[in-house]
């Protein structure tokens, strides 16, 4: 076991998060712990977080005193540019979301507990249409993803 004070959150992080965000974080870090194990924190040599910053400030939040030894991996003997390298790349989100499969193959209600920004995805109905769902949400818009095409609805709760 490790004392989570013995890491340090990286003063100089570029991530920031949204307090609903880390709302969610937390309940999700405290839902499924044994996701830590597949996605460490990780360390330098000196105990500074080079990625999961977040996971780590959540945690402490959760009033968490130990982390499991399997939650920090140490990546010793990296340069300061690999550090910064790694720093930014860790959270580059190469890949896009296939709306339709996720509609498919998920309930929207899980996908939006597990974090998903998406209240409604793969609908084309237009904006305020409304299907009796979520009747005083608010006012919805229908977005096409730039990059593949896919419409969704995005519905701003008041």
């Given at each position: 076991m490790i004392k989570i004070d013995s890491i340090r959150v990286n003063p100089d992080n570029p991530r920031v998060i949204d307090e609903s965000k880390f709302e969610k974080l937390k309940r999700s870090l405290k839902e499924a712990p044994w996701m830590m194990k597949l996605r460490p924190i990780i360390i330098d040599e000196d105990g500074v977080i080079l990625g999961g910053n977040m996971r780590y400030q959540a945690l402490v939040a959760n009033g968490v005193k130990e982390l499991r030894d399997e939650w920090v991996m140490k990546a010793e003997q990296l340069t300061e540019e690999q550090k910064h390298e790694f720093i930014v790349k860790d959270n580059l989100g190469y890949g896009n979301w296939d709306f339709e499969l996720l509609r498919e193959q998920y309930d929207e209600?899980?996908?939006?507990?597990?974090?998903?920004?998406?209240?409604?995805?793969?609908?084309?109905?237009?904006?305020?249409?409304?299907?009796?769902?979520?009747?005083?949400?608010?006012?919805?818009?229908?977005i096409a993803c730039p990059e593949c095409g896919h419409k969704f609805v995005v519905v701003k709760k008041n």
């Open positions: 209600k899980d996908l939006e507990d597990w974090g998903f920004e998406l209240l409604s995805i793969g609908k084309e109905e237009e904006p305020g249409s409304g299907s009796g769902e979520g009747e005083g949400e608010g006012e919805s818009d229908l």
